[in-house]
């Protein structure tokens, strides 16, 4: 969630803060904006779904009951929020991807390969501990 | 050179792929989904769904958008073409005037059915058909705000299209 935040906090100073201090264009006038707009309103519903899921758990709602889930297939608040946080580590580099490669195209910032190697390394940093199983044994 | 569209391409691929699979917890949610979409016994769930569907309207849009956007190929065109030059299907009439009412009315008009459906079901006139008659006047509205001339007044004269819902 920490590195949502910081990518979330990356996406909207170069988006929003770029525009109003040097006047380029924000990543909403890009061509394929709408389609990170479809992709962000599916995540925002992944997002509150899970917090819905968390509260009812932890103010004992029997939604399972409530909706005629089926309780095998039923996840966890913590495995929803997982999936939500991965989805949302997907989401925003690609959209720095894309914002960094029009803008250097279009000559505004060109800090494209910084972009590319931040993803790489948090990409390392976040699967880590569930892919890597050499780096378990640092896990305390 | 590698388009620039190749990153909302991947994202595109990302998300189906995250909709379809695990196909474990995927499958009865694609289920519930076509409940709501057929009106079939609908349950306080699928209520609750539909509910949903009706915020979503925007979403639905962008949706659409991102269908077109993949299935055209626009996304291999370069950023820097001019715009006159991309995304000539946005500005069809099938999409402003028939694709973009009919995302706006959709989710109105489940709930819709899931109402009569439920009234036929219990036989209960209040409150499922109020609330049928609720949705019947939301769409209504809708189909208003698409369609009368007087919300393209302060629009371009020799346009026809529908501004309310254009996306971009």
Avoid at chain 1, 98 to 103: D, G, H, L, S
Wanted: charged share 15%; with cysteine; aromatic share 18%.
């Amino acid at each position: 969630m920490g590195m949502c935040a910081v990518l979330g906090l990356w996406v909207c100073w170069d988006c929003v803060w770029g525009y109003v201090r040097d006047g380029y264009s924000t990543i909403g006038g890009r061509t394929a904006f709408p389609v990170f707009r479809a992709c962000g309103g599916l995540l925002i519903l992944q997002w509150c779904w899970s917090a819905s899921v968390f509260i009812w758990t932890r103010y004992r709602v029997n939604y399972i009951y409530l909706f005629d889930f089926d309780p095998r297939i039923v996840s966890s608040p913590t495995t929803l929020f997982n999936e939500a946080v991965d989805n949302t580590l997907f989401f925003l580099v690609i959209m720095l991807l894309y914002y960094k490669v029009c803008a250097s195209s279009s000559g505004g910032c060109t800090d494209f390969k910084l972009v590319e190697s931040n993803c790489f390394s948090s990409n390392r940093n976040h699967y880590s501990y569930q892919t890597r199983p050499e780096l378990t044994k640092f896990q305390t | 050179m590698m388009p620039s569209g190749i990153f909302p391409f991947l994202l595109v691929v990302y998300t189906v792929a995250q909709l379809v699979f695990p196909l474990r917890t995927r499958v009865p949610m694609w289920n519930s989904i076509w409940q709501v979409v057929t009106a079939h016994s609908p349950s306080f769930y699928h209520g609750y769904v539909g509910d949903i569907f009706t915020s979503m309207v925007k979403v639905f849009q962008d949706i659409a958008w991102t269908i077109c956007f993949v299935v055209s190929g626009d996304w291999l065109i370069d950023e820097d073409l001019k715009q006159s030059t991309r995304h000539v299907w946005a500005h069809s009439f099938w999409y402003k005037n028939v694709l973009i009412p009919v995302i706006c009315l959709l989710p109105l008009l489940f709930r819709f059915n899931q109402c009569l459906r439920k009234f036929l079901d219990t036989g209960k006139r209040f409150p499922h058909l109020a609330n049928a008659a609720k949705y019947a006047l939301s769409q209504t509205v809708t189909l208003f705000g698409a369609f009368h001339p007087l919300y393209m007044m302060h629009k371009d004269p020799n346009h026809h299209g529908v501004n309310l819902f254009q996306v971009r």
